[in-house]
């Protein structure tokens, strides 16, 4: 074995091998691979081989799509064929909410470029003629499908060993029965790795050890929040029906999914594979893989599938004529929220993870590809937020991570509907006035660990969601909040908030390297702050207030905590002139906004709040009640006068009481994040993680006012440099979409011209309520930015007509901010 790599990626699995593949098709030659056993020993060698393109995640659509694109290439470049049949995939929907799913899906699969066809049960039938429509007692009617004609399955170990000789033709080495037992960083900074037949050391490592995620975590001190649960699928005998029908010069039938019944069903020598997502299985090994398992299975459970046997039996009757031949049940790798974690692992220097993979062989190709790009280049080419490792934080406990895993697989199949809020593990991080939210008819979701009010349910209307596509239960009572808010007052629990503090005699310049925008000199002075990729990318966006001297204090999104410490924490100069802290929380927060929160301040506070004293966008340190240091920020994300209160978390109590009695006079209440999110549509606020991405530059995103070009260098100056020579591509909208009854926008709609063309694409949506119109945000192409330029979106199937508004729609020239 080489005793020095540039790369050593662990685990021979299809991920691990496909990125080793894609590190030496990238000219990464001396890049190492090692496998504790054999290729494709772990979960591997038993998956069934499906590859759907479908996904509801713009990330991982885009990702499927490489992979299907790549292997069926991949038997002419490497001569080595890989058994991928071309079926096709079926998915069949027997309600309106399945059907409503599959045309959301649709726009996103429009945006990548994913070919489908949405059909109805007449063509299901020409499809699969072995299938019943149903319409009886114990089966439902098939009402239409989704059929992906492209896609289909494939056999993982010659995938695996196509990936293999790709990667040696480059250069790249495998040992095989090489395990990795101990890590250690050396002086210069390297990675020195122990492994069964020696020592090696590497610029890089990638982790792409699938169920044994939770071991290998441990040997680099990180709890990486994958836990295999247990997936199994039945093989049939052959079945006589099927038989008859390919005699008979019947092509291949499409993969089949029945989601209601979540099964799916497929060809395999004349006889069947049903893989079912059952209610009950089990996650296994989260304390690790013991090391007896090896390429064993578990035994199968036959119980725990009965149901989705019957129900797969009544769709396809020939299913019941043929015997079982084999139960396969193996470990599976999942994540909280079912997607992979590709990319670099938190708190250490060149360490990636490429782990958590459920749809791993439909994944490879597209994760390695990226996961090396990223290595290489310094950046992934796409956004790679929705699987980037650091959206968990540490609140991804095992016990946590068991329930979620368990949840996640269970509702593999069940219908993902836009607002929905899955159940188990919770509530886990609360803030503080938590119940008394819930006592005020909170309707919570959880983001990154926190309970969140998503919105109230008035006295005698129940705290529930009933979730949809479709405007529903909480769309007229969000409306109320939303009024609230810009005609009286209103307040927003913002707890979860990232917050930073640096602090220093260097933290000026440091900050100012790391953002576009200026960071502010005087004291008291507030800046919307973008950090950007070398791209040009936008990477995180924080509000940076100058507090006092050399102290800075930086407030980004909840979800981008553990994302933006590591970020900050990575770039810290190495000689002390900053000190980095993260206060998420020891620090609450509360948004008080509407054009009476200065009264009910004022009732709490001897800081002068005027516009003199307290102009829009400053912040200053105030005692508020009996709470001192409160950080007092005039700025939301509502678009309406208001401050943000940060204060020391064990005041939150006495200050929501102090609030909600000073503000009894002028009507306050409270409002949640579905309020928020159409209140700050309506101002035409980007949202960092679904607007404002590493796609787009501050420049497509027209936030050209939050960019200083004429200052010193700062990360990504360069490629915007280029793109403002060039021209820039694209251009961020306001839409307004004509014609909608129940049917809002809500992310990931394609846009069209007049003739068709796709000319961008909406990255959210929502109702207005107090503009009373239906609202989009997204990028087009320049020609089509221009003010009442009629463009068409398309929402669930269906295209609608759109103009374009000015940017902040209401209150264009930021009256009640400044008032
Ligand atoms: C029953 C079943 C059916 C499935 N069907 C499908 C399907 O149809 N389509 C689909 O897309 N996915 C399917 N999957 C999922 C798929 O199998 C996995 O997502 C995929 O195989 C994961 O690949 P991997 O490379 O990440 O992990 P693995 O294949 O598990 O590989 C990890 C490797 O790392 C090695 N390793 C671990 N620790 C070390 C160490 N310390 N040193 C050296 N080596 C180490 C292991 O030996 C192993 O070979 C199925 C899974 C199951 C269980």
Redesign the pocket.
Known sequence: MKSHARVVV????????STLYHLAQKGWSDVVL????E?????????????PLFNMSYTVGQLHKYSIDLYKRLPSETGQDVSFHVTGNLRLATSRDRLDEYQKYCGTANTIGVPFEIIGPKRVKELWPLLELGGTADTALIIGGLYHPHDG?IA?ADLTMALRKGARAKGAEIYEQ????AVSRTLSGEWKLT?TKGEITAEHVVC?????AR??GR?FGLGIPAIPVE???IVYEESPELKAYRQGGGRELAVMREPDQSYYLREERMGWIL?PYEAGAPARFADGVPPWFGKSLFDGDLERLIPHIEGAQRRVPALANCGIKDI??????YTPDGSALIGPAWGLLNVWL??G????????GGAGWQLAEWIVEGEPGIDLLAVDPRRFGPYTGKRYVVTKNEETYRNVFTVHYPDEERPDARPAKTSPVYEKLKRMGAVFGQRYGWERANWFAPAGIAARDDWSFRRTNWFEHVGNECRRLRERVGVIDLTPFTKHVAQGPGAEAWLDSLVANKVPTKDGRMALSHALTQRGGIRSEFTITKLGDEFFYLVSAGAAERYDTDFLAKRLPADGTVQLSNITTSRGCFALAGPRSREVLAKLTDTLLGNEAFPWLTGQAAEVGFAPDVYLLRVNFVGALGWELHFPIEYANHLFEAIFTAGEEFGIGMAGMRAMESLRMEKSYRMWGSDLTRENTPLEASLERFVRMKKGDFAGKAALERQLAAGVPNRFVTLEVHGVSDTDPLGNEPLFDGKGRMIGRATSGCYGHVLEKSLAIGYVKPEFAEVGTRIAIEILGERKDASVLVDSPYDPENKELRA
């Open positions: 662990i685990g021979g699995g299809v991920v691990g091998v090692v496998e504790r056993a290729l494709t020993a772990g979960s591997t060698w038993h998956a069934a081989g499906l590859l399955h993982p090489t395990e990795v037992t492994t792409a050890t699938g169920n044994y071991q290998t040997m997936h199994q699928y893989g396969v049940n193996g470990p599976i790798s490429n782990e993979h459920s749809f791993g062989i439909t994944a490879a």
